[in-house]
């Protein structure tokens, strides 16, 4: 399909629209009879959100709420706002969605923001905002994180998003070639999705039993770029990827798309140098040339050649934040990286690469990590961040250490070899 296919055949592309908000609804948070669901998204995104709506109810949604958030209404409060509106998060904010997790709705996420708009605000007001929400929301992200209710992100083209990807485009032909891009690395281009997925998450189950029963000690990359990591992992550690069962027995995709299997490093327990394989956009800024040297587990070098004050002041965060929380790997022929493109959008870079991740664990990843002195005991990392970086390139080679102290291949020149 050429990028202005759907210029062209705007039938195909609403008939594929709709096929993708029905993604959402049955793969992504695998709603039930009854179920209920927060819909969440740029006001951009409102067609999309919209079909996602109808696909909720079609599949029997009891109630179907849904949430705009407007990235411009974020830039005037830090351009024009006081440091203490900047710092202010109103206590309904995070007691609607706590509402919302102990009555069991199930949450959509749907990304588009423009990565670039925040560029020029001073990266300590950027900060002080993220870390005031983080604080506020912190009961709800650790639920969500650990699977009390079902959860999905996915992705909308929005004309932003599109110009900063594609910039040599013109607007249109940006926003199409944005959407042929997220509904083939979602498989929503096919003729039957959920089932394409079925296939997929079975090959990702494969992967995560095998690796849990290996229970390495610890993993050691090798890149083209520089990268010579070695990752400890937790105690007791548990691999996932593709599909999770939440606490209430439904199981759902966290992130569509999605090609990753990971766990949990232990927080001590990571020494040498990882080099960023591709940009980073976090809080509105776009960090690159990341590099980072560790000493057990300890972010004691932090540098890049763009955007090294954002990037240090996430690490800064807190105690946790300049700690690992998540190591995955990703082949690097995954469909997002067949694309060519670096998306600016953690949802999509990171399923074209092996990864980690500064601050918090995932307590799904250790079992009995729902208990937090039982998490903390295998290694496990807390922080108010969690922000994923990409170290894997088609030259990166990936060993499993047993606890014998063999090593075991996993990945040669990006791909599995397992």
């Known amino acids: 399909m050429s990028s202005s296919s759907f210029t062209d055949s705007p039938t195909d592309f609403q008939t594929q629209l709709a096929r993708y908000a029905e993604l959402l609804v049955r ?7 009854g179920g209920k669901v927060n819909v969440g998204g740029p006001v951009e995104a409102a067609p999309l959100l919209r079909l996602v709506v109808r696909a909720a109810y079609a599949a029997g949604a009891t109630d179907v709420r849904v949430t705009y958030h407007d990235q411009h209404l974020d830039l005037a409060l830090y351009e024009d706002g006081t440091d203490v509106a900047v710092g202010f998060v109103a206590g309904w904010h995070s007691a609607q969605r706590e509402q919302m997790v102990a009555d069991g709705y199930a949450f959509i996420s749907v990304v588009g923001d423009d990565p670039a708009l925040l560029a020029d605000v001073a990266p300590t007001r950027v900060a002080a905002r993220s870390k005031a929400l983080a604080r506020a929301m912190k009961q709800v992200s650790e639920a969500i994180g650990g699977f009390q209710v079902n959860w999905t992100v996915a992705a909308m083209a929005t004309p932003a998003w599109a110009a900063r990807v ?7 032909e940006a926003v199409a070639r944005l959407w042929t891009d997220i509904f083939k690395v979602t498989r929503a281009d096919t003729p039957d999705p959920v089932a394409a997925w079925d ?5 990702l189950k494969r992967l995560t039993t095998l690796l849990t029963g290996k229970q390495y000690r610890a993993l050691h990359f090798r890149s083209d770029l520089g990268t010579d990591l070695t990752v400890g992992l937790v105690d007791n550690h548990i691999w996932q990827g593709g ?3 939440a606490k209430n027995g439904i199981y759902g995709v966290p992130n569509l798309p999605t090609d990753e299997v990971f766990t949990a490093p232990h927080r001590e327990r990571v020494d040498g140098v990882a080099v960023a394989s591709k940009a980073l956009s976090a809080r509105g800024q776009l960090i690159e040339g990341i590099r980072v040297r560790f000493e057990n587990g300890h972010a004691v070098e932090v540098s890049a050649e763009r955007g090294e004050d954002t990037l240090k002041a996430l690490i800064a965060t807190d105690d946790g934040a300049a700690r690992l929380g ?3 790997l990703v082949p690097a022929s ?23 991740a500064l601050g918090r ?8 990590g ?11 990392n807390d922080s108010l961040i969690h922000v994923d970086w990409m170290i894997g390139t088609p030259g990166t080679d990936v060993d499993g250490l047993t606890a014998s102290g063999e090593r075991e291949a996993l990945m040669r020149g990006g791909e599995w070899v397992i």
């Open 27 to 33: 793969t992504g948070v695998n709603l039930p009879q």
């Open 166 to 172: 594609y910039p040599h485009l013109p607007g249109a």
């Open 199 to 203: 296939a997929h998450l079975a090959q």
């Open 243 to 245: 599909g999770e069962a």
């Open 326 to 328: 998540e190591v995955a």
């Open 334 to 356: 995954a469909p997002v990286a067949q694309t060519g493109t670096l998306f600016l959008n953690t949802l999509f870079d990171e399923n074209a690469a092996s990864h980690i």
């Open 361 to 368: 664990c995932y307590p799904t990843n250790v079992q009995g």
């Open 370 to 380: 729902e208990d937090g002195k039982t998490l903390r005991a295998a290694g496990g």
